[in-house]
Nanobody, 124 residues
Framework: QVQLVESGGGLVQAGGSLRLSCAAS????????MGWFRQAPGKEREFVAA????????YYADSVKGRFTISRDNAKNTVYLQMNSLKPEDTAVYYC?????????????????WGQGTQVTVSS
């Protein structure tokens, strides 16, 4: 298990950018695939992006492809989500999650550790 803490959320105008960070505790961070999910009010949590333990493979939801970039720095035990060209529909609580054995799916089934979330609000 790893403990995860997100940061970097906030209020931004449509078209703007934010970078979310997720700091992980534990010496095995580099063994985990990492993911970002989001949940808007009244909606189910949805997959946003994921990255393999090495950073060599990345996965994106169609709704964010070309606008968001996931990356990781294993030396810093941190995963990032760079969000550009933000839209009001990107407004949600964003969660970081860790998967010990990631299948490449776009669901939360493989992710066993979760952060507390950070709010992202995009105004029109």
């Amino acid at each position: 298990q790893v403990q995860l803490v997100e940061s970097g959320g906030g209020l931004v105008q449509a078209g703007g950018s934010l970078r979310l960070s997720c700091a992980a505790s534990g010496r095995t961070f580099s063994s985990y695939a990492m993911g970002w999910f989001r949940q808007a009010p009244g909606k189910e949590r949805e997959f946003v992006a994921a990255i393999s333990w090495s950073g060599g493979s990345t996965y994106y939801a169609d709704s964010v492809k070309g606008r968001f970039t996931i990356s990781r720095d294993n030396a810093k035990n941190t995963v990032y989500l760079q969000m550009n060209s933000l839209k009001p529909e990107d407004t949600a609580v964003y969660y970081c999650a860790a998967a010990w054995d990631y299948s490449g799916s776009y669901t939360d089934a493989d992710f066993g550790s979760w952060g507390q979330g950070t709010q992202v609000t995009v105004s029109s």
